[in-house]
């Protein structure tokens, strides 16, 4: 499953919101998607924050990247 697009309000930034909704992912796409086994994100490279809440939920560095419209973009996974 491709995952195209995760923004939190920047009022609400910084408070858990994001790790809280990407932590129920997983379970939610196993429940709703039952022949699904990955979820695949991109993320753009200058975005540290993204990325390092990407790895606590499990997701890995695939070692691909992708030039998007701002730029050059790591493409990441998450084995269900």
């Given at each position: ?23 129920l992912l997983s379970e939610?796409?196993q429940k709703e998607f ?21 790895m606590k939920v499990g ?22």
């Open positions: 499953m491709l995952l195209t697009a995760f923004s939190i309000n920047h009022a609400y930034q910084g408070k858990g919101y994001a790790k809280q909704g990407m932590s939610f796409v039952l022949d699904c086994n990955e979820i695949v994100l991109a993320v753009n490279h200058k975005n540290i924050p993204a990325q390092k809440l990407y997701f890995h560095d695939t070692g691909r990247t992708k030039i998007g419209r701002i730029g050059e973009q790591y493409i990441m996974a998450l084995s269900l």
